[in-house]
């Protein structure tokens, strides 16, 4: 529930866009969230009627400051009073969301706190917090003996390649329709993970988006981590990052090649260790 309240809440917010776009008021352009808390007592002065754009400006704090001239053209519109009117419903309607999720967050904290254990160990895992993290036990529990081993609980979440072969060979490998909320909270961790540096599923992701395109990569992504879930709640162990550089270490030999070919297509004369250059 609370995932689908979040959803509600993101699209509120993409309709205040769209009523102060209508009035020709472009402050999501310079403020990457409209409702922080400059945004937020911007669109409260144009509400209240406020219409001097140099004293809405001047509401800008830290540092959305520095875009004061950008700002000051970002505001310059016409705001009807039907615009007012949309815009105090939406932020209405948006801090009744916000509140049910608050609520929310504290009666799950509290629900969860027999679960915290686990919960941590999953947190552990690149792209993944407190959140995320609850979302996954509250689908697949915490007692992993249910499941005989790591590919059973991928297949059972269906976070795994499909199975469809047909006179031999593999027709398709598209993943079936399973637990939504599951696949939505693995996913959206994997994409998070694709993105930070200097981990093994970074370099997971970026290895085959390049060949297989960023959505399987990311299904890729989530396959492992889900795997690695299952790993940690099933013992005591805690998680060790592999490294962005485990694959290269894992294929040494083939990497020195590839790279060998890039750089003698350049011109370069490449001498490998043990050789003498006059050899």
């Known amino acids: 529930m609370r995932s689908q309240l979040v959803g509600e809440r993101t699209r509120v917010v993409n309709r205040i866009h769209k009523v102060l776009e209508d009035a020709n008021i472009q402050l999501g352009a310079v403020a990457s969230d409209i409702l922080g808390l400059s945004g937020r007592e911007m669109i409260e002065a144009l509400i209240a009627g406020e219409q001097n754009i140099e004293t809405m400006a001047q509401m800008a704090r830290r540092r959305m400051r520095a875009k004061l001239p950008q700002l000051r053209l970002a505001l310059e519109g016409r705001v009807s009073e039907h615009h007012r009117?949309?815009?105090?419903?939406?932020?209405?309607?948006?801090?009744?969301?916000?509140?049910?999720?608050?609520?929310?967050?504290?009666?799950?904290?509290?629900?969860?706190?027999?679960?915290?254990?686990?919960?941590?160990?999953?947190?552990?895992?690149?792209?993944?917090?407190?959140?995320?993290?609850?979302?996954?036990?509250?689908?697949?529990?915490?007692?992993?003996?249910?499941?005989?081993s790591d590919d059973h609980l991928c297949s059972w979440a269906t976070i795994c390649p499909g199975n469809h072969p047909s006179a031999g060979k593999q027709t398709s490998g598209r993943t079936v329709k399973g637990n939504r909320w599951l696949k939505a909270a693995l996913c959206q961790s994997a994409w998070?993970?694709?993105?930070?540096?200097?981990?093994?599923?970074?370099?997971?992701?970026?290895?085959?988006?390049?060949?297989?395109?960023?959505?399987?990569?990311?299904?890729?992504?989530?396959?492992?981590?889900?795997?690695?879930?299952?790993?940690?709640?099933?013992s005591d162990q805690s998680y060790k990052d592999l490294g962005d550089d485990y694959f290269l270490k894992l294929n040494a030999r083939r990497a020195a090649r590839c790279h060998r070919k890039v750089l003698e297509s350049m011109g370069y004369t490449v001498i490998p260790p043990g050789t003498s250059e006059a050899a």
């Not at 967050?105 to 792209?127: D, H, N, Q, S, W």
């Open 192 to 234: 998070a993970a694709a993105r930070m540096k200097g981990s093994y599923f970074g370099a997971q992701f970026h290895r085959l988006a390049g060949r297989r395109g960023k959505k399987r990569a990311v299904i890729a992504v989530a396959h492992a981590q889900l795997k690695v879930i299952y790993h940690l709640l099933s």
């Open 85 to 148: 009117f949309l815009l105090q419903m939406l932020l209405e309607q948006y801090d009744g969301i916000d509140s049910q999720i608050g609520r929310l967050t504290e009666r799950i904290e509290r629900v969860c706190i027999p679960l915290a254990p686990a919960i941590e160990k999953i947190v552990e895992i690149p792209g993944y917090d407190q959140t995320s993290a609850q979302n996954v036990v509250a689908e697949i529990g915490t007692d992993m003996s249910r499941f005989p």
